[in-house]
């Protein structure tokens, strides 16, 4: 070990260990010893990462067992006369009671005490068990393998379906910028063009999403556990359905309006009152009591059951009634209007 790691070994020493190693006569053999064991035992920890990641290598490595096996050392002399049958080894016991190894001549005179030496060895696995375990990688990998893929064609799907998403939105925001367009027309034909351009932009927007929003609300709940309050699905990809939800609604809300003022400002009043009805079945349809707690249950902005989402099954159309209501006053009050002016031209 280099002097180098015996001054990074410092910093793994605590207070204790320090005044213990400046008490020490022999300090560098003690930081020496320090870094050996911080060496040994990230060691153990980096081959405890492998087999953790690697059940096949940790059923290998839990089969191993270490056993001991004697080793008798012979001189070449020795080895030859064992080799030629002219000596022959035997056991004998020490002064101690060991047993030892002893080599003997023909005569039974002892010609060599060898040396004995433990070797220890790692047993328990035998070759089959071995084929079996690397077969057993080689399908772990190729499941890893099939992970990943799902995961990028997952990855793939979502950019599809967000695309997809996008072009609703996009919709909407088209039919926007027409009309704020036609506000600035000063002719009459061409307003109209891009008038009804908007309208129809409007429409395609809120029908296209207006599906899209029902079917996120029936897969999310299909996803619901509600003896739990629980989803079966990931935190963000919940984020990310709600996320989707909540602008396909907005959008559809914007949208709603849109239309029924440009037709306000038409004097199309039972026009607005037909776009109002369309929205009021959507919600009716959409959000019932038990989509709305799930709802409630899966929106991190709806801080409350009476939030957000109660909000918009309850409030949203009863002000949708009260705009209908103000919208057939003034529907009827033109007709009023206008059976007066034939009347009078008539006199």
């Known amino acids: 070990m280099q002097i180098d790691d015996s001054v990074n070994a410092l910093s793994i020493i605590d207070d204790t260990d320090l005044v213990a190693l400046l008490e020490d006569d022999n300090l560098e053999e003690s930081i020496f010893y320090l870094a050996n064991q911080q060496i040994e035992k990230e060691r153990k920890g980096y081959i405890n990462r492998i087999l953790s990641a690697c059940p096949a290598l940790a059923e290998i490595a839990n089969g191993l067992k270490e056993t001991e096996h004697l080793r008798i050392i012979f001189s070449d002399e020795v080895q030859a006369g064992l080799d030629s049958g002219i000596y022959k080894m035997m056991q004998a016991k020490d002064a101690a009671g060991v047993f030892k190894a002893v080599v003997v001549n023909q005569n039974g005179k002892i010609k060599a005490i060898p040396d004995v030496v433990i070797d220890k060895a790692m047993v328990g696995i035998n070759p089959g068990q071995m084929a079996t375990a690397m077969q057993g990688m080689a399908i772990q990998q190729q499941l890893q393998d099939i992970t990943e893929q799902l995961e990028e064609m997952s990855l793939a799907l979502n950019d599809v379906l967000a695309g997809q998403h996008n072009d609703r939105l996009a919709k909407y925001y088209a039919g926007a910028s027409l009309y704020r367009e036609s506000l600035c027309v000063s002719d009459e034909d061409l307003r109209r063009q891009l008038m009804n351009a908007s309208v129809l932009m409007l429409s395609d927007a809120f029908s296209e999403l207006s599906v899209s929003l029902k ?110 209501e103000q919208l057939m006053n003034k529907a009827n009050y033109c007709i009023e209007i206008k059976e007066a002016q034939v009347w009078n031209t008539n006199v």
Request: charged residues 30%; hydrophobic residues 35%.
């Open 215 to 324: 079917y996120d609300i029936d897969s999310l709940c299909s996803k619901y556990q509600e003896k739990s309050n629980s989803f079966k699905m990931k935190p963000d990809q919940l984020i990310r359905e709600m996320v989707k939800i909540n602008s396909s609604f907005e959008v559809i809300h914007k949208a709603v309006a849109l239309k029924t003022a440009i037709y306000y400002k038409e004097q199309e009043y039972m026009a607005c009152t037909t776009v109002l009805n369309e929205y009021g079945r959507l919600l009716q349809k959409t959000l019932n009591d038990e989509k709305t707690m799930m709802l409630y249950q899966a929106d991190p902005r709806d801080k409350s059951y009476l939030g957000i989402w109660n909000a918009r099954k309850e409030e949203l159309p009863i002000k949708i009634a009260q705009v209908k």
